[in-house]
């Protein structure tokens, strides 16, 4: 027997899904996708961040609800194909290193390959997040960019590539992912954020 992963009902005809129709439909009510055109790259915002996408969202941050990542994927997966977003390579904005050693795993990571699975489009790591930065969450813009500010370096050279993150607040971490992007002279990438 196939449950909702959410509210545990009995599923019967969309057990792919991992969701009952109540739950989609619940899910579907938060469906935004905005574009936000940038001079080099566009960034595509899946979900508002309210109601239960944000609830959803933080369990699956910092609760260790992993599972979570097929449902999104899900999500994140027909944006990229029903969209037409292009790409040849899907990656994500990683963590620090030790950040991912305490939480046990990187959400943008399980977002990006459950999404790369779906879509059968190469995962590939981009960029290495190089300094331990302090939580963002509680920072202004400007304390993020500088916060920020020589965070990430490249790891592969790529192009035509969407690259997932969870959250947009101020787009000061794709900003940052952005310029070391241009700085190595990568070309043609875009972002896709959950919510």
């Not at 739950?23 to 009510?29: L, P």
Request: contains cysteine; aromatic residues 12%.
């Amino acid at each position: 027997m196939y449950k909702c992963i959410l509210c545990k009902d009995e599923l019967f005809n969309n057990y792919r899904e991992m969701l009952c129709d109540n739950c989609r439909r619940d899910i579907a009510s938060y469906l935004r996708l905005e574009t936000i055109d940038k001079k080099y790259y566009k960034v595509y915002v899946l979900f508002f961040y309210e109601g239960e996408i944000k609830k959803l969202v933080r369990s699956f941050k910092f609760h260790d609800n992993t599972y979570l990542a097929k449902v999104f994927a899900i999500y994140l997966a027909r944006a990229i194909l029903e969209e037409g977003i292009n790409c040849s390579h899907i990656s994500y904005i990683p963590m620090h290193l030790k950040k991912k050693a305490i939480r046990g795993y990187d959400q943008s990571e399980l977002l990006a390959r459950e999404t790369a699975k779906i879509t059968q489009i190469p995962f590939i790591r981009v960029v290495d997040r190089r300094v331990k930065t302090r939580s963002l969450y509680d920072l202004n813009r400007r304390e993020r960019e500088t916060e920020l500010k020589g965070a990430f370096s490249l790891i592969t050279n790529a192009s035509n590539i969407l690259i997932i993150d969870d959250i947009y607040t101020t787009g000061s971490t794709i900003s940052e992912v952005s310029k070391t992007l241009e700085e190595s002279n990568i070309e043609n990438y875009n972002f896709l954020v959950l919510a």
